[in-house]
């Protein structure tokens, strides 16, 4: 069974960081591109960050550019989000998704196909 699993949310400070890992269950996740978002109560979806499926380009949404940084380790199968400074408008449940797909470029507009479950991140003093 395909499965990815987020993990590393929490209760943080402003201007605290966390580290959120998305891991793949069942396939490799080499071949994928990976979508970080976030949906916050009351809000749309929204895409933060993806990577391609070799990690050779990144995209950013504006709101994180500087603050948060996508990585990945094909050979975990895992793949990173760092947030740095993080602020109390951060909050929301954060998700990855994989599309099988090999590009120059990555775009938050793909149909992606598989998604996590979800991790709560809580910016708060």
């Known amino acids: 069974q395909l499965q990815l699993v987020e993990s590393g949310g929490g209760l943080v400070q402003p201007g605290g960081s966390l580290r959120l890992s998305c891991a793949a269950n069942g396939f490799t996740l080499g071949y994928y591109a990976i979508g970080w978002f976030r949906q916050a109560p009351g809000k749309e979806r929204e895409g933060v960050s993806c990577i391609t499926n070799s990690g050779s380009s990144t995209n950013y949404a504006d709101s994180v550019k500087g603050r948060f940084a996508i990585s990945r380790d094909n050979a975990k199968n895992t793949v990173y989000l760092q947030m740095n400074s993080l602020k109390p408008e951060d909050t929301a449940v954060y998700y990855c998704?994989?599309?099988?797909?090999?590009?120059?470029?990555?775009?938050?507009?793909?149909?992606?196909?598989?998604w996590g479950q979800g991790t709560q991140v809580t910016v708060s003093s």
């Open positions: 998704a994989a599309l099988q797909i090999s590009a120059y470029v990555c775009y938050f507009e793909w149909v992606y196909a598989y």
